[in-house]
């Protein structure tokens, strides 16, 4: 109905509007160079690239185990009352926005200790965590419980149930959760805005310094009068859309695998 | 219980604790940091709409008008549109097309806030001051909402951003409800002899009432906190303003572009007050969106 | 059997992809290349984006020249007083001077007179072939909301014959906490007792009626996209974006522009600096007969105790000397003597 013709439209707008204005800045520069200096042209947004790889790569190593942690804890361990009371508070995390997360680890680590990379990505991770976290405790709920009672039947441990039986058999759900929790990650601009801003200009892998992004790229760009600018950013912004759209196909292509191979429907992601 | 049982669930339980203190930690830290600018203002913070940095006053009623206005306008007009889609999607629409367009429909969810906002700023912005704006203020320029002449940058700028936010989300878990709606309770009503239409409006919306309700909740949440992308397109207008077409602020992207840029520690500790009423505000609309879901599970109609 | 083994296989090849990319991360900051960058003492600073374009000259510099490898980030003069006061900055930059509130905040802090420029009065009216006049109590009209449109009589007595259109003028002003907006608001109080009692002077203000920007780029941003916009921004940005600036009527009458001369002529009304090198140099007096009166020092501002206060004092001491020949193609005026000695000394005070 014209509803679904509407918002269809106005996603292709979006996506197509974007392609062509970033056309013309798509050059081996734009992804080795750092910026040009203030007045000239050219330059790129390798920094950012790298800076954003980096950011994501430490938020997905301090948000999946957590994440992970948390889900079998609800789901293998706790009692109703405890299963509640931690779910109840992912769904608030996950309803916190961005900013306040932001503010909350710039007052937590940044004031007296400067900007860092990892304070950036502890905030990405805090907003990560409840995607990873739901998405887990979904296929675990999955896993069927006669798996679990047959391997502790058996003698096996519980913790070893867990690990060698339970998980291996979740893993599909996880490595979904965990592909658009990063997807999300990689796009957003507020955590990063108070945590890892003021960065230097050239390509670092360093995650205790702060570092560049992609986001907060075509966040400065967007504002600025520089049609230059305007055109980098529209090209960082088909990077970001490119990265999050293959991000989403994958996971969803594992989904569908996934439920060819068990036959269970393991949940929409 | 073996000593590998009980580490093991020790470590999960920690986890676990972790968890909630991170949500206890971050309400607790915001409220903290605000406490010197709740203890110097007080309650009146709230209605008082100046924020002037020269003469130190400060207030959130602009902003907190700001967040109400652009959230109720983009969910009066993300809502019906959400509908409609998950209605196509689920009743009408062929069943080939039915994968494809749910799809890209997600995809649109997916897009990160600044690349919408910088859409808004160069491709929506001058659309609306050269064609839209134009058209309503001839038409509909009577009304103090449209008063005023175009802008690129204004409230109603950032009101169409956020629906294109709010959209994929509630038509998504609307999509999800219509799906789950029991067979019999569709064939049931057809066979007593209602159109199509009918069965829709009269058995299948009203049986999905609450969880329309929560997703609706939802994507409020997610416009009263969205941050980026409204501050790119909203204009950073100080004061409150009849028409939609005027600059305007929200409690996020006030925040967004004020808080490290304090001139003066009260001006700073007053940000963190915005920054806390906003807390609240997302937390009271995620709280009303989990009071409904359980009242809805609980009556079986979820 | 076959199951388990698969998905131990899956498990596996998880771990090894993780690894690797560990192993890929480690060696790539390990074997980062052992360039001068690597070698060079790294100094962080924020602030000002009026000084912004300068300084962005002296970061490719200073890297041969000191070995300094230099960050900084355009975040707005009342940010980079913010940040040097916790200390999560090596230096900080500003154009409004500190308060007295601020200094203490800062617990042992001083401000530099480091460069000197013009506010611009950039505008986006397409068609006009001179440059447009303006006075400072018209300015102040402006943006108090008192002339809305760009055919005002106000305005045609300025610029007979002009063609003035009867577009709508929108100010521009910069939303974040900014030193140009001190600048800018210090000048209109100056000219207009009424801008002086309503609204005051300061890095941000109770704006009565237009749109904001964030930062310089953003204010020049705004401008470039809106027709009928004027706004105030260092000349700097004008430039670059080719924004049409206009020419404001200093204290002799005549009508300056925010060129080298006129910024030179208002830098040389300082003769003597006060201790704690506040500098106001708006609306300077007749006997300045070129001089541009919407023009400003902008500072740096260390602490008096630090670490790094040897890379420091050898930054700047290279900023006021030779930084500052970088300075003319940006329409940066070199800072006149007096500043330059009582900069020079009040640099001492910097110690680790």
Redesign the interface.
């Known amino acids: ?4 013709v ?3 439209s ?2 292709v707008i ?1 996506v197509a ?2 392609a062509i ?1 970033a056309a013309g800045a798509f050059s081996w520069d734009f992804f080795t160079q750092p910026q040009a ?3 000239e042209s050219g330059g790129g947004i390798a920094p950012a690239i790298v800076g954003t790889i ?1 950011l994501v ?1 430490w938020a997905t190593v301090m948000a999946v185990p ?1 994440g992970v ?2 889900a ?3 789901s ?3 009692g109703p009352r ?1 299963a509640r ?2 779910r ?14 932001g ?2 680890v ?3 680590l ?6 860092s990379g990892f304070y950036g990505s502890f905030a990405l991770a ?1 907003l990560m ?1 409840p995607m990873v ?1 739901r998405a887990t405790q979904e296929v675990l709920a999955l896993v069927p419980r006669s798996l679990r009672e047959a391997s502790l039947g058996l003698g096996i ?4 149930t ?1 690990v ?2 339970v ?3 979740a ?1 599909g759900g996880i ?1 979904t959760g965990t592909i658009l929790a990063v ?2 990650a ?5 955590p990063l ?2 945590t890892s ?6 390509v ?3 995650a205790s ?1 702060p570092l560049q992004s992609i ?1 907060l790229t ?3 760009y ?5 049609p230059q600018d ?1 055109q980098q ?2 090209a960082a ?1 088909l990077l ?2 490119v990265f ?2 293959i991000a ?1 196909v994958t996971a ?1 292509a594992l989904f569908a695998w996934r439920r060819r191979r068990t036959g269970v429907d393991a949940g ?1 992601p | 219980m073996r000593p590998g049982d009980l580490l093991f669930r020790a470590v999960t339980a920690l986890a676990a604790f972790a968890a909630v203190a991170l949500v206890v930690g971050i309400a607790y830290e915001v409220v903290r940091q605000a406490a010197p600018a709740i203890a110097h203002f007080g309650l009146a913070f709230i209605w008082n709409t100046t924020w002037n940095p020269i003469t130190r006053d400060f207030g959130a009623g602009a902003f907190i008008v700001g967040t109400l206005v652009s959230s109720f306008f983009a969910i009066l007009l993300a809502a019906p549109l959400a509908i409609a889609i998950a209605l196509f999607l689920t009743e009408l629409a062929p069943r080939w097309l039915r994968g494809p367009v749910a799809t890209l429909v997600e995809l649109l969810a997916a897009i990160p806030s600044v690349v919408l906002g910088l859409w808004g700023i160069l491709v929506l912005g001058p659309f609306l001051a050269g064609t839209i704006e134009p058209w309503l203020s001839k038409w509909l320029g009577w009304l103090p909402l449209f008063s005023g002449s175009p802008s690129q940058a204004g409230m109603l700028n950032a009101i169409l951003i956020l629906t294109i936010m709010i959209v994929p989300i509630v038509s998504s878990i609307t999509r999800e409800l219509f799906l789950r709606v029991p067979r019999e309770l569709r064939e049931g009503s057809l066979a007593l002899g209602t159109t199509r239409w009918e069965a829709i409006r009269g058995v299948v919306i009203p049986y999905c009432g609450p969880g329309i309700a929560a997703a609706i909740i939802l994507g409020v949440g997610r416009a009263v906190g969205e941050a980026i992308a409204v501050t790119q397109v909203i204009g950073g207008g100080t004061t409150l303003h009849r028409s939609l077409f005027a600059p305007a602020d929200t409690l996020a992207s006030k925040i967004a572009s004020s808080y490290q840029g304090a001139s003066t520690k009260l001006e700073g500790e007053s940000v963190l007050y915005l920054a806390a009423i906003l807390l609240v505000i997302a937390l009271l609309t995620n709280i009303a969106a989990q009071v409904v879901v359980r009242r809805a599970e609980k009556r079986g109609v979820l | 059997m076959l199951t388990k083994l698969v998905n131990h296989w899956k498990l596996g090849a998880l771990a090894i992809l993780a690894t690797s990319v560990v192993v890929a991360g480690a060696f790539a900051s390990a074997a980062s290349p052992a360039s001068q960058r690597a070698a060079d003492t790294k100094i962080t600073g924020a602030g000002s984006s009026f000084v912004f374009p300068l300084v962005s000259q002296w970061i490719p510099a200073l890297g041969p020249a000191l070995g300094i490898d230099l960050t900084y980030a355009a975040v707005g003069s009342g940010a980079g007083i913010a940040q040097i006061t916790a200390r999560t900055v090596d230096f900080g930059a500003s154009d409004a001077p500190m308060s007295p509130d601020q200094f203490s905040a800062c617990k042992g802090c001083v401000q530099i007179p480091w460069a000197l420029a013009a506010t611009s009065i950039p505008y986006n009216v397409p068609g006009l072939k001179k440059r447009v006049r303006l006075t400072g109590a018209v300015i102040a009209s402006i943006y108090l909301g008192k002339i809305t449109q760009w055919n005002d009589k106000a305005l045609q007595k300025l610029n007979p014959g002009a063609g003035l259109p009867a577009t709508k003028i929108t100010p521009v002003y910069r939303s974040d906490n900014s030193g140009t907006s001190y600048n800018f608001t210090d000048y209109l109080a100056s000219v207009s007792p009424e801008w002086k009692s309503k609204i005051g002077v300061g890095v941000n203000a109770s704006w009565p009626t237009g749109i904001g920007g964030k930062g310089s780029s953003g204010v020049a941003g705004v401008i470039s996209r809106t027709e009928g916009a004027i706004g105030y921004v260092d000349i700097a940005y004008a430039l670059s974006n080719k924004l049409q600036v206009a020419s404001v009527q200093n204290k002799a009458g005549a009508f300056a522009d925010p060129g080298l001369r006129g910024t030179a002529a208002a830098g040389a009304t300082v003769t003597k600096v006060p201790s704690n090198n506040e500098l106001h140099i708006v609306n300077p007096p007749a006997s300045q007969k070129l001089a541009y009166p919407i023009c400003t020092f902008t500072y740096v501002i260390l602490p008096t105790k630090t670490a790094k206060a040897a890379e420091l004092r050898k930054f700047v001491f290279w900023a006021l000397t030779k930084g500052q020949t970088y300075g003319p193609k940006l329409l940066f005026v070199p800072i006149p003597l007096p500043v330059l000695a009582a900069s020079e000394k009040t640099l001492l005070q910097v110690k680790s």
Request: charged content about 10%; aromatic content about 10%; cysteine-free.
């Open positions: 109905m014209l509803a679904a509407l918002a269809v106005v996603l979006l509007s974007v204005k200096t203030f007045g980096v790569f957590m942690l948390v079998i804890y609800v293998e361990f706790a405890a009371t931690v109840v508070a992912l769904d608030v995390l996950n309803g916190v926005p961005a900013i306040v997360v503010i909350f710039f007052g937590l940044v004031v007296g200790h400067g900007q805090i965590i976290s441990s519980r913790w070893r867990v060698s039986i998980l291996p058999a893993i490595i997807a999300r990689a796009g957003e601009t507020a805005l108070f801003s003021i960065a230097a200009n050239s670092s892998w360093d310094q986001p075509i966040f400065t967007s504002e600025s009068p520089s305007h950013a529209w912004a970001l859309i999050v759209l989403s969803r929409q």
